[in-house]
């Protein structure tokens, strides 16, 4: 019977030790691994075989590594009789894992001599991760209560308060001491609190307590105007109580009044200045009008001296006038977009044309770039482009003593029927030192001080044109060159396009251009091939001076249809154009005139930069009538027209 008992009890023995939940291991004193149970193998990954080669702490993590020295030594030492501790290992696979442990000490029987060490070991991975979680959640939520800018009160279901943040403190004048265990009724007032507990679970009812609770009484018996939430407390999907959280309103209300009370006088003032701008500039027109009809009577040289300083002056304080004007009319409000059809290159010759004799003064040399993706006709207001244009243009004249300027106008995005263009005014001037930038579109900026600056201006120019470009949908900025020689100022601006209008332009200009009523043109008829805006103005210009008039077109493709369209007597051509040159021109025009009977052939005029000496020749072998080098004089172009007219006389 006694036999029976212990062969069940080694039986039960090892029936637990293999299927217990629990995993149990046998360590040696010299923290050997000596017996494992089947569950430490699945806790941890390994085989029993890999177990017996290995030490405890050869997968231990780092930080845990040793944590157990001394509660070993207080169980070898006989302090204690077991110890439990946390301890985290790494998975064969390489997770951590964690772990709770159970750990004793067998003894001899008879001595009491150390044998080994039973280790129970529970995976409590999922536990601890949820309880690490748990603790982030409660650190945050302590952290943003904490460093609130509102005040936030807790508050259960019967009205006591809970807890509260530190501008909790701020707001009411308690402690949180003071505040916890009283009553919240104390600072929203007793109606709103019994309105609120009837209404546990109406939010429309609960956002109409809020805008009730306007005001939190502060403990020295003064109120603060708050504007107030109430976010209810939910536990197992029960409300328990409420947060209100409370903002002080007191200086948004200050700056709301002040802000109210600036734009008021900014308005005032606004008004102010273009109503007297207009009471200035009435009898301002009247003296520099007749300062114009002065100069045409008979005057002595001193005396036509002293009318022009008077017309000079009149004409400065006029811009003036007229930029305060322009900026007191965006800043009150009453500058709108006037949006019609209109040409971009067109707009660009005539902002070009306005300043090309200061140019020419100064030697300046000027060249513009319209990419071939920039639409002729977009809707929008051409008159604050060209003021956009206009006083980037002259700023760059003004300051760039030498050198050059160039415009260009890219495409950086269309749609259906919107597209977006980048204009670029690049100049080799004096440029503005760095430090001076983040204040040139400030309302009467100026880079020189006005003690020492060399040019007149109000320092309104950039301001107007931040305003005008904003209006248009885009945006200005500068851009230093990387040599820190000269300015380059950028801006965006969104125009409507309509397709049957880009498509039918070509065909308008053609019919504009030659619809003029004028004698001449009856019989010479000009065309002006020239992808340089610039050139284009300049000799239309010319042309028009001598009493005709011209068809411009951009390219050779484009001059080659309009000759297929339109007989002309003299085309100016060139050289150097994109999507086809002067001479691939010249030639398909001499073949559409050999190979029609009703063609006549055109008089073609070679335009080029290059004087070398031969082009004349090099040209008129290519097949050209005549040439003239840039920069082209308007007795050249007269002399030209006159040649042509006594040939085909």
Not at 314 to 341: Q, R
Request: charged share 25%; hydrophobic share 40%; glycine share 6%.
């Amino acid at each position: 019977m006694q036999e029976f008992k212990v062969y069940n009890s080694q039986t039960l023995f090892e029936h637990i030790y293999r299927n217990s939940p629990i995993g149990i291991a046998l360590i040696s004193l010299e923290q050997k691994w000596t017996h494992v149970n089947p569950t430490v193998c699945n806790i941890l990954g390994y085989s029993e075989e890999e177990f017996l080669i290995l030490t405890a702490d050869e997968f231990s993590h780092p930080d845990d590594v040793g944590n157990t020295e001394r509660l070993i030594r207080d169980l070898l030492d006989g302090a204690i009789s077991f110890f439990e501790i946390e301890k985290r290992y790494f998975h064969k696979n390489g997770h951590i894992v964690w772990t709770s442990l159970h750990v004793s000490l067998v003894r001899d029987e008879n001595d009491g001599q150390p044998l080994y060490f039973i280790t129970q070991i529970i995976d409590v991975t999922k536990n601890k991760l949820a309880e690490l979680k748990l603790q982030e959640s409660i650190e945050r939520y302590t952290s943003l209560k904490k460093y609130n800018h509102d005040a936030i009160i807790s508050f259960g279901l019967d009205g006591i308060i809970i807890n509260g943040n530190n501008m909790a403190q701020h707001l009411t004048g308690y402690t949180i001491e003071e505040m916890i265990g009283g009553t919240i009724s104390k600072l929203i007032g007793e109606n709103n609190l019994a309105k609120l507990l009837l209404t546990l679970k109406d939010h429309t009812t609960i956002e109409r307590i809020e805008k009730d609770i306007n005001d939190i009484k502060h403990k020295d018996g003064c109120t603060v105007e708050v504007l107030v939430t109430l976010a209810p407390i939910i536990i197992q999907a029960k409300i328990v109580g409420f947060y209100i959280i409370a903002k002080d309103m007191t200086e948004q209300k200050k700056l709301i009044i002040e802000k109210e009370a600036a734009e008021k006088t900014n308005k005032a003032k606004s008004d102010f200045l273009a109503m007297m701008s207009h009471e200035i500039r009435t009898p301002m027109n009247g003296v520099i009008g007749m300062t114009d009809v002065l100069l045409e009577t008979n005057l002595d040289k001193e005396q036509i001296e002293y009318v022009q300083v008077i017309k000079q002056s009149g004409d400065t304080l006029l811009t003036i006038i007229n930029d305060i004007l322009d900026f007191s009319k965006i800043e009150s409000g009453k500058t709108e977009l006037i949006e019609e059809p209109f040409n971009v290159r067109a707009i660009l010759s005539e902002s070009l044309y306005m300043f090309m004799s200061k140019a020419l003064e100064k030697n300046l040399e000027i060249t513009t770039s319209v990419c071939p993706y920039v639409p002729n006709i977009v809707h929008g207001d051409a008159t604050k482009l060209r003021q956009v244009l206009m006083n980037l243009l002259s700023n760059a004249i003004k300051f760039t003593p030498n050198g050059a300027i160039a415009i260009s106008v890219e495409n950086i995005s269309q749609e259906l029927d919107t597209v977006r263009l980048k204009f670029g005014i690049k100049d080799t001037g004096i440029g503005v030192p760095k430090e001076k930038v983040i204040h040139l579109f400030e309302p009467f900026y100026q880079v020189d001080h006005f003690m020492t600056r060399k040019t007149e201006g109000t320092g309104l120019g950039l301001a107007i044109c931040k305003k005008l470009v904003h209006l248009m949908d885009g945006e200005i900025w500068h851009e230093s060159s990387t040599d820190h020689t000269g300015s380059t100022f950028l801006f965006t601006a969104n125009f409507q396009i309509q397709p049957h209008l880009e498509s039918m332009q070509f065909d308008m200009s053609i019919q504009q251009d030659n619809s003029m009523e004028n004698p001449a043109e009856h019989s010479v008829k000009i065309l002006i091939a020239e992808d340089n805006e610039v050139n284009q103005v300049v000799l239309k210009k010319m042309v028009e001076k001598l009493g005709y008039t011209a068809t411009l077109v951009h390219n050779g493709k484009d001059a080659l249809e309009a000759v297929k369209q339109y007989p002309y007597d003299i085309i100016f051509m060139d050289i150097q154009m994109p999507w086809m040159d002067g001479l691939e021109a010249t030639k398909a025009i001499k073949e559409i005139a050999a190979t029609s009977s009703n063609k006549k052939r055109p008089y073609i005029v070679a335009v080029t930069a290059h004087a070398i000496k031969g082009d004349c020749q090099k040209y008129i072998a290519e097949g050209m009538d005549e040439y003239v080098s840039k920069p082209v004089s308007i007795h050249a172009i007269s002399g030209i027209i006159d040649k042509f007219k006594l040939r085909n006389n």
